[in-house]
């Protein structure tokens, strides 16, 4: 689970800045709305299943809803769900190895 959940974390990141950093200005400063188009819903995938995978991290962990509100914060701010790799999610992943 903590895999699947650091990829979809890091993808959805990824996402979000290609949204708003890409598809926004081309949409409405090159007057290029189609890339925007794939991007949003490939965003808006990844964002729907970073919540849900945070909602289950959070039960499997035993995390409280304080966390879980954390890691939704998170997922609203650019680099936010970065942040939630190397804060929460990295030790994790080391130290089950």
């Not at 996402?15 to 200005?25: C, D, E, H």
């Not at 964002?47 to 997922?75: D, N, P």
Request: glycine share 8%; aromatic share 18%; with cysteine.
């Amino acid at each position: 689970m903590l895999k699947i959940f650091r990829l979809t974390a890091i993808l959805e990141g990824i996402s979000y800045l290609l949204l708003f950093g890409i598809g926004m200005p081309l949409k409405y400063l090159a007057k290029i709305p189609e890339p925007n188009i794939y991007i949003g819903y490939a965003h808006g995938f990844l964002f729907m299943a970073y919540v849900v995978l945070a909602a289950l991290f959070c039960l499997e962990q035993k995390w409280g809803l304080k966390r879980f509100v954390i890691l939704f914060i998170a997922s609203l701010l650019p680099f936010g769900t970065f942040y939630i790799d190397k804060k929460y999610l990295k030790p994790l992943a080391v130290s089950a190895n």
